[in-house]
Nanobody, 124 residues
Framework: QVQVVESGGGLVQAGDSLRLSCAAS????????MGWFRQSPGKEREFVASISWSIATPTMYADSVKGRFIISRVNIKESVYLEMNSLKPEDTAVYYC????????????????WGQGTQVTVSS
């Protein structure tokens, strides 16, 4: 059973940067597609970014974060990171790390394993 745990959220000002971390355990990490999702009050959970083991589809980003956020992974540490730059108040949300095997996806329903979430608040 794969477990994922996020960390690194906090309160920042608009324009600041923040890095989220996600540690996975309990499965062959190199075969996992790792994704970040976020959810704001009153809104549905939305895709932020994902990173695959596949060279064909290594990373995907939501249009709203493309050019500002960077997802990366270090397989030997079984960890994935989300570097968030030029943060905006609309980036305020609970950020979730998720995992699934093999195939990359933007759909939250496709992900099997979820963390508990970490709050990111961006003040204007």
């Amino acid at each position: 059973q794969v477990q994922v745990v996020e960390s690194g959220g906090g309160l920042v000002q608009a324009g600041d940067s923040l890095r989220l971390s996600c540690a996975a355990s309990g499965g062959p990490f190199s075969n996992l597609v790792m994704g970040w999702f976020r959810q704001s009050p009153g809104k549905e959970r939305e895709f932020v970014a994902s990173i695959s083991w596949s060279i064909a589809t290594p990373t995907m980003y939501a249009d709203s974060v493309k050019g500002r956020f960077i997802i990366s992974r270090v397989n030997i540490k079984e960890s994935v990171y989300l570097e968030m730059n030029s943060l905006k108040p609309e980036d305020t949300a609970v950020y979730y790390c998720a995992a699934r095997y093999y195939r990359a996806s933007r759909r939250s329903d496709d992900y099997t394993y979820w963390g508990q979430g970490t709050q990111v608040t961006v003040s204007s």
